[in-house]
Structures are given as structure tokens and as C-alpha cells.
């Protein structure tokens, strides 16, 4: 089944700066890859996703990149602030109902003030 | 989106004991799926919840232990069977609202924390 890597757990950056989360998947037949975020003691919430026929898909501050051939995608937030402190969860799906979507352990981000 | 209500959000149960858990979508949605999260840990799937006939369990999980109920295509319930501490966790509803997991897209509820003394 797929395997999906996730890194680092946790990443703690000044507000203002830059934060990078990395994922790796195991299937090449996955092809859509959602990231989710995950206040203290709320539901994980849907922030952006990317289909596998798109290589880079942005949000305001958010923005997802995609490398078909590597099998990684990665999750970027620029300028962050207090508010982005959450945990964030990868995920990529390989079809097949339910069971082929597969989640990273998660990273916790830490907005330093 | 889908507005996804779940009760009870939190309860403290004692060992041996079964708690259900309620789930309501406010539309009709084809998908239901019920996960797990430990603490710190990450979504585990537990079932897709079938409307009209028995749930799928994922691997590890059995039916015994977490009887799951879809009587139509806006509810269901999770029971949480001869509860130990190990099942202390939040349970999440979600739902794929857009009639299949084609997208592969998900809705949460707000989970329900469960600890088991």
C-alpha cells in the first residue's frame, strides 16, 4: 500500500519567515494530494491541494509544489504568522475508495512572535 | 462544504463500557468515513460507512468493536464497544460531499474526545 513521509514533525520559525514542509509518497498511481490543517482541539481543515497534472498551485500565502518523478510535494508558507501555528497534515490518494487516501504523521508549526 | 455535527464532542467513560457516537451532515452526501486520531498522532481510517448495508473496515479494525450504523445519507452513528484506555482518542466523522472519492477531498466534523478511565 502507500507510504507517505512526512518532515520534519515539528518546525518552529519567526514570524515573518518562511516555513517549508516536505512529503514523500510511495504510489505512482496517486494523483491528488491534499494538505490539511489542524488547530489545537478543531478539526482538520482543507488548505490547498494539487492534482498530479500540475506542478505548483498557490493561495495568497500558501502555495504547494508537486515533482511527479521524485514522488514528493511539499507544502509552503511565506510570511507567516501567530494564526499558522497549527499542525498540518499531508495526505496523497491513489483512488479506490477511502482506503487509498493515506496521511502523514503531521508537523507541528510554531510561529515564534 | 458540508456542516458536519458530531456528539458528543467530548466524554469521559469508564472501562468495560460502549459509547455511540452521532453523526449529521447537512445535505445528502454518497461518502461517510469514520477516523481515529491518538494523541499527537495522525488520521487513522477506521470505516466507510455504507448507507443501507454494512460498513468496510480497514484493516485492524472489526465490526464487534465498532458497530457502525448509516440509516440514510445524512446520519451515522460509531459505537465504541467494552471501552479500555487504549481507546482513548478523538473520533472523526468526515464526508466527501461531491458523490464519490473521486477527489478524494474531505470534510471533518469537529471529532468527538473520548477518555477512557
Known amino acids: 500500500g502507500e507510504n507517505v513521509e512526512q518532515h520534519p514533525s515539528t518546525l518552529s520559525v519567526q514570524e515573518g519567515d518562511s516555513a517549508v514542509i516536505k512529503c514523500t509518497y510511495s504510489?505512482?498511481?496517486?494523483?491528488?494530494f491534499p494538505w490539511y490543517k489542524q488547530e489545537l482541539g478543531k478539526r482538520p481543515q482543507l488548505i490547498i491541494d494539487i492534482r498530479s497534472n500540475v506542478g505548483e498551485k498557490k493561495d495568497q500565502r500558501i502555495a504547494v509544489t508537486l515533482n511527479k518523478t521524485a514522488k514528493h510535494f511539499s507544502l509552503h508558507i511565506t510570511e507567516t504568522q501567530p494564526e499558522d501555528s497549527a499542525v498540518y497534515f499531508c495526505a496523497s490518494y491513489s483512488g479506490g475508495g477511502a482506503d487509498g487516501l493515506t496521511f502523514g504523521k503531521g508537523t507541528h508549526l510554531i510561529i515564534q512572535p | 462544504s458540508a456542516v458536519i455535527s458530531q456528539k458528543p464532542s467530548r466524554d469521559i467513560c469508564q472501562r468495560g463500557t460502549s459509547l455511540t457516537i452521532q453523526c449529521q451532515v447537512d445535505s445528502q452526501v454518497t461518502m461517510m468515513f469514520w477516523y481515529r486520531q491518538q494523541p499527537g498522532q495522525s488520521l487513522t481510517l477506521i470505516a466507510t460507512?455504507?448507507?443501507?448495508?454494512?460498513?468496510?473496515?480497514e484493516s485492524g479494525f472489526v465490526i464487534d468493536k465498532f458497530p457502525i450504523s448509516r440509516p440514510n445519507l445524512t446520519f451515522s452513528t460509531l459505537t465504541v464497544s467494552n471501552m479500555s484506555p487504549e481507546d482513548s482518542s478523538i473520533y472523526l466523522c468526515s464526508v466527501e460531499p461531491k458523490g464519490g472519492m473521486i477527489t478524494g477531498e474531505l470534510f471533518f466534523g469537529e471529532g468527538s474526545r473520548l477518555t477512557v478511565l
Open positions: 504510489d505512482s498511481a496517486s494523483n491528488y
Open positions: 460507512a455504507n448507507q443501507g448495508s454494512e460498513a468496510t473496515y
